[in-house]
């Protein structure tokens, strides 16, 4: 089975600026899970998606969103970017909601100056 | 009570010894714990994981032990090699949320010399 994959790998983006960041699930898990990882903050849970629907946030900021549509794909939003959102965004799937066993994305590199 | 503690923050080991790594959480609500491991310009990738029903749990080289009246849990790495040069988290979760929210300790980075 191909892993979690996520695009793109690596972004960079001004202040002020949104992005878009993209995750595609193990074929069959049907839960995805945003983290940040920063090297002073370690990984920190954003948000979980099970069937379409937001299950868990995270204490971030409400500039954070994301989606998961039909086919468990998931895609997550940061809007008015900030220098302090530079960060490794990864994504992590499951089989189920509240899936123990995640199994995460490579990660998208962003950096925003 | 959300924090997982991990210790230490780095640790340098020959090859062919044993790495340790130590854990704390305080939420006694948690009921799963998973060990990570990451390699540079990687995502973590699932180790090993043990739930507190369970005192020692072993996979090859990798043993987990859980020590639930402390509430701490504990990584060792046996005969370690300079492939296992690595940074390694643990994490937590808590089943009676049905969520698979993972609060992570803060990471060791751990190399083996040849």
């Known amino acids: 089975k191909a892993g979690v994959t996520q695009t793109p790998r690596y972004l960079i983006k001004t202040r002020g600026q949104q992005v878009t960041l993209s995750c595609s699930p193990i074929s069959g898990h049907r839960s995805v899970s945003w983290y940040q990882q920063t090297p002073g903050q370690g990984l920190q849970f954003l948000f979980e998606y099970f069937s379409e629907t937001q299950r868990n946030k995270g204490n971030f900021p409400g500039r954070f969103s994301g989606r998961q549509f039909s086919n468990s794909r998931s895609e997550m939003n940061v809007s008015t970017l900030e220098l302090g959102d530079s960060a490794l965004y990864l994504c992590?799937?499951?089989?189920?909601?509240?899936?123990?066993?995640?199994?995460f994305g490579p990660g998208t590199r962003l950096t925003v100056t | 009570q959300q924090q997982v503690k991990q210790s230490p923050q780095s640790l340098i080991v020959q090859k062919g010894g044993i790495s340790i790594i130590n854990c704390a959480y305080e939420n006694t609500a948690f009921d799963y714990f998973p060990w990570y491991q990451q390699f540079p310009g990687k995502g973590p990738a699932l180790l090993i994981a043990i739930r507190p029903d369970v005192s020692e749990k072993k996979e090859g080289r990798f043993t987990i032990s859980f020590n639930k009246s402390a509430k701490q849990f504990s990584l060792h790495i046996m005969d370690s090699q300079p492939g296992d040069s690595a940074t390694y988290f643990c994490a937590a979760s808590r089943g009676s949320s049905n969520t698979g929210k993972l609060i992570f300790g803060q990471g060791t980075t751990l190399q083996v010399k040849p």
């Open positions: 992590a799937s499951s089989l189920g909601q509240g899936g123990r066993e995640q199994y």
